[in-house]
């Protein structure tokens, strides 16, 4: 719709101005400065709807929810430090950078979570 608002504008805009520098020829009359004035202001009016941008809607937080379906049959082992060997437990890992980081309250070593291939 903006798109047919930007070529109709300058038409009637256009028109408009005609029609009221008609009306001082030889034979304009008075009734064509009234019908200039009326088909300018709508070219005017719909070039600043066709041109005129919504102020930006103002975003509220969002949460994001990330869900990992895994393939096939998953047993769930027991996950152990990699340096002493002790049992870690989910809050013990954490997002950092997007990438799974492991905290082990035992020993204070920390690293990154690495994913074994299947194979």
Known sequence: ?????????PILIFFGVIFVLGAFSENGSAGWIIV???????????????YHKPAPVTSQ??????????PGNVK???????????????????MVAG?????????KSTYQLTEEPKW
Request: neutral net charge; aromatic residues 8%.
């Open 1 to 9: 719709m903006k798109f047919l608002g930007k070529i109709v504008s």
């Open 61 to 70: 937080a969002q949460n994001v929810t990330v869900n990992v379906d895994l």
């Open 76 to 94: 769930l082992e027991t996950l152990k430090c990699q340096s002493c060997g002790g049992a870690l437990s989910p809050e013990h890992i954490s």
């Open 99 to 107: 990438a799974p980081v492991v905290s082990c309250p035992y020993c």
């Open 36 to 50: 200039g004035f009326v088909v300018g202001a709508l070219g005017l009016g719909l070039a600043y709807f066709s």
